[in-house]
Every structure is written in structure tokens, then in C-alpha cells.
């Protein structure tokens, strides 16, 4: 089992920053590709970012990339998604995810945080 516990949401106006923290518990963290996830009310779960287990490789969404950066300290147990330049379409709950391989498929992750909401106010 991995455990995950989101941090860093909050209310930003929007052109505004936020760091998101993952912080991991349980199994080898660096075992695990991470990926970062978003819902908004009345959405499905989306695809944000994802990085690999040895942090070379990492992936982004369209409507996010050049804006979010997604990083990890294994030595720390934890993922991170700089977040610049935030939109109101940003509004939502962000997840972390902890999976076998570097995906942007929900089902491709095994565990989950509990979320974290960001708001982005226009």
C-alpha cells in the first residue's frame, strides 16, 4: 500500500502561482511513476502532468503545459506541480497518483490522495 497526502490548494487570483506537494508513505516511493490529476464540479477526472520513477521523463496535458512543472524528490518521498500563471478554468480538485508506469490514464494508478482544491478567482 501507498499512502498520499495532497498539500499546497488554496484560493489564487488568477495570473497567480501555487505549489502543490505530494507527499508519500508506505512502499518505495521511487518505485512509482507519479502523475498529477484535476476534477472540477460536474467533470470527469483529467490528465494534468506525470513524471517517471527516475524523474527523466515527464509529460504534460495540452491546456497545461509551459504553465505547470512537475517534479519529484525521492529522497523526500514527495511529488510536486509548480503551478504558474493560473487560470479560472484551473479551478478544481487536484490529485495525486501513484502508478507501475509514467500514464495519463486514471486506471493506470493504483493509489490516490485525498485531493486538494485550488480556485482560481478571475
Known amino acids: 500500500q501507498v499512502q498520499l497526502v495532497e498539500s499546497g490548494g488554496g484560493l489564487v487570483q488568477a495570473g497567480g502561482s501555487l505549489r502543490l506537494s505530494c507527499v508519500a508513505s508506505g512502499r518505495t516511493f521511487s518505485n512509482y511513476a507519479m502523475g498529477w490529476f484535476r476534477q472540477a464540479p460536474g467533470k470527469e477526472r483529467e490528465f494534468v502532468a506525470a513524471i517517471s520513477r527516475s524523474r527523466i521523463f515527464t509529460f504534460y496535458s495540452d491546456s497545461v503545459k509551459g504553465r505547470f512543472t512537475i517534479s519529484r524528490d525521492n529522497a523526500k518521498n514527495t511529488v510536486y506541480l509548480q503551478m504558474n500563471n493560473l487560470k479560472p478554468e484551473d479551478t478544481a480538485v487536484y490529485y495525486c497518483?501513484?502508478?507501475?508506469?509514467?500514464?495519463?490514464?486514471?486506471?493506470?494508478?493504483?493509489?490516490w490522495g485525498q485531493g486538494t482544491l485550488v480556485t482560481v478567482s478571475s
Open positions: 497518483a501513484a502508478g507501475p508506469l509514467r500514464s495519463e490514464v486514471v486506471a493506470d494508478y493504483a493509489y
